[in-house]
């Protein structure tokens, strides 16, 4: 694992959950703070690199590992019933365990409270937006190819169904009482960047979109950001990193 050898890197855990805390070496009374999130069939372990970039520019970066993932578990993340079993769940324990992150962050970890934002990529951009929007505290959202729309996502997971399971019906139920897109007034005009790949046929960019679209007056301008970038599929490239760094730049 290639390491800076101007950043400090901790490896520990948050209760049960294993966790990389990144940071400039410079001690500071209070850090600014990114907590970022895997995506689906990642790991912790697979964002250092990426992290460290973050790091780079100042901010201390937290990367929890999801549940089923690295060292807490794997499955066989391409077949359909897997994702159709487990992605919802993962997607709830995230939100469930991001409570004990965020306290973490405050107490454990000298995160400024006042300067919190929350990232992440695929399954984690979708964790990270619904963070930003139920919990007011965090200052702004950067995510790279996820969805605030949560209606599509449930269609694209119940599409894996090969029959009903009245099961996945009661999961799908409640996690559209959390779509972000019935809960837009709790944002509160806090920064929201969405960015995506053009040619993305993992995550539909089309969702955020539709989102955007409808979430758009409720924001002043500049504060919520809907971008793609052409001929990029499902991944975080160099330019789409420096263009959520300078994002976050804006709003210190």
């Known amino acids: 694992m290639l390491r800076s050898e101007f950043l400090e890197y901790i490896d520990t855990k948050v209760g049960e959950i294993p966790t990389w805390v ?23 372990n697979n964002q250092v690199f990426r992290a460290s970039i973050f790091a780079s520019y100042g901010y201390q970066v937290i990367l929890p590992e999801a549940r089923y993932h690295g060292e807490r578990g794997s499955l066989d993340y391409e077949k359909d019933e897997v994702k159709r079993d487990y992605f919802l769940r993962v997607l709830m324990h995230n939100i469930e365990e991001s409570v004990s992150i965020y306290k973490a962050a405050i107490e454990e970890f000298n995160a400024d409270e006042e300067n919190i934002y929350v990232s992440g990529h695929s399954l984690g951009a979708i964790t990270a937006g619904s963070i930003y929007t139920f919990n007011k505290k965090i200052k702004a959202a950067l995510l ?21 399971d ?17 809960h837009i007034e709790d944002m509160e005009n806090r920064p929201l960047f969405m960015i995506h790949g053009e040619e993305d046929d993992i995550v539909n960019p089309e969702y955020d979109r539709e989102f955007y679209k409808v979430a758009k007056e409720r924001f002043d301008e500049g504060r919520i950001i809907f971008e793609t970038f052409e001929k990029t599929t499902h991944q975080i490239t160099t330019h789409m990193l420096e263009r959520g760094i300078n994002l976050l730049k804006e709003i210190e």
């Open 22 to 44: 990144i940071r400039p070496k410079e001690k500071k009374d209070k850090y600014k703070t990114i907590i970022f999130y895997h995506g689906w069939g990642s790991c912790r």
């Open 144 to 164: 790279f190819n996820g969805s605030m729309n949560w209606q599509k996502i449930v269609e694209d997971i119940k599409s894996l169904e090969d029959e009903k």
């Open 166 to 182: 009245w099961t996945l019906d009661r999961r799908y139920e409640f996690s559209l009482q959390m779509d972000p897109m019935i």
